[in-house]
């Protein structure tokens, strides 16, 4: 990783990244499992709202509703983003706010506007209705490491009112020498608005309607939603779960409780069934057999594997393992409280292993991103990147 000159802190939106183990290099293996009955299901894009006939008519326009979304997400208590989803005619087909947090409480931290957006488009509009490149996301502020790996994967374009020198991946592109082939697929997906009086476009954009300028003003909104959101998130994020419950202890009849509800939870949660921990070497076999059938494993801050997350393979743009686990096991660790008073480790106590490494720089800037979001350690420092 030294010499990729994308540094640790652009595959966090305010996060710390803490560690990712890969081990072996083998074609994983996808097993059918048996699922007792589900929870009720829990939504993938929970902030994205489906527009009927509204069209823009300038790059004004479409910035001002981005704003205007990043501002809903600051009022309710999540990270300031929003965007939209248009097509090449300048017809909204959908417009979201952050989700990461709902009702006060982590919900789920890939949530983000655009993984949401291109998720949203995967799941309801077919692949054939729109050619990729014909889809621009307008956001708010430049995507994150996550959200830039998910556009390069799903076709889209991507243009952001406000620059983040800190996390954004435009800022990433004159990072310095390395990884050329990932730069040069920026430069092709993402843009920033020009700025009357101000900055150039930079980037392509494909929509005609998209091409104007847009006021100062705006750009200053952006970076207002966002760092006016950051104290209140970080406040949230840092207080998470201090529930008086059963602390998790790997022993099998715990496993066996933690195995039924994830199977309930998900069809993408692989059985673990019995303690496995990465630094014995009698366990060793066992965690073979469990990554090799999941692709990732998520283990705790003493090497017990607390659970294995599998790819969804009807969702080739987002659906890796690692975006899997990142996406559930808040949700697992939620019921795990609620339903069987087990406190299962926070995320930043965990870290992932890894059965197959990430098969493209893309796909690699995804799974790095979410990890970073994911193995969040509070806001421990300020963020130079947002202006005040
Ligand atoms: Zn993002």
């Not at 998720?119 to 959200?147: E, Y």
């Not at 950051?230 to 202890?249: E, I, L």
């Not at 808040?330 to 795990?336: E, G, V």
């Amino acid at each position: 990783m030294n010499d990729l000159h994308l540094t640790r802190r652009h595959f966090v939106r305010g996060f710390t990244f803490t560690g990712i183990t890969t081990v072996g290099l083998a074609r994983s293996r996808v097993l059918a499992t048996k699922t007792p009955t589900a929870l009720p299901p829990i939504g993938k894009t929970p902030g994205v709202r489906q527009v009927g006939n509204a069209s823009i008519t300038d790059a004004s326009e479409a910035a001002q509703l981005a704003v205007s979304l990043a501002q809903q997400s600051a009022a309710a208590g999540t990270f300031g983003v929003g965007g939209l989803l248009v097509d090449g005619h300048g017809r909204i087909l959908a417009e979201a706010v952050n989700s990461v947090l709902i009702g006060g409480a982590l919900y789920d931290p890939t949530c983000h506007v655009e993984r949401q957006l291109i998720d949203w488009f995967t799941t309801n509009q077919g692949r054939t209705r729109f050619a990729r490149d014909d889809l621009t996301i307008v956001n708010s502020l430049d995507p994150c490491a996550m959200c830039a790996g998910a556009i390069i994967r799903s076709g889209m374009k991507a243009v952001s009112v406000s620059e983040d020198t800190e996390a954004g991946i435009q800022a990433a592109r004159n990072a310095g020498p390395g990884l050329e082939a990932l730069k040069q697929q920026v430069s092709r997906h993402f843009a920033f608005f020009a700025v009357r009086g101000g900055r150039s476009q930079s980037g392509i954009i494909n929509s005609p309607k998209l091409r104007s300028s847009i006021a100062e003003a705006l750009v200053a909104d952006a970076k207002q939603a966002v760092f006016a959101s950051v104290a209140d998130v970080r406040q949230t994020v840092g207080k998470d779960s201090n529930r008086a419950a059963t602390p998790w202890q790997p022993v099998a009849s715990m496993l066996s409780k933690i195995d039924e509800l994830a199977a309930r939870l998900s069809k993408l949660f692989e059985r673990v069934g019995s303690p496995i921990n990465v630094h014995r070497a009698k366990d060793r076999a066992q965690l073979w057999r469990v990554v090799a059938k999941s692709n990732c494993a998520l283990v705790d801050s003493r090497g017990y594997v607390i659970t294995s997350v599998k790819r969804d393979w009807s969702n080739a743009v987002t659906g890796s393992s690692v975006m899997n686990a990142v996406r559930l096991y808040t949700h697992l660790r939620r019921l795990a409280a609620e339903m069987l008073n087990i406190e299962l480790p926070s995320s930043r106590h965990c870290s992932l292993i890894m059965h197959q490494a990430p098969h493209s720089e893309a796909e690699m800037l995804m799974e790095l991103g979410a990890i970073g979001s994911f193995l969040e350690c509070g806001f421990r420092r300020s963020r130079p990147g947002i202006p005040t």
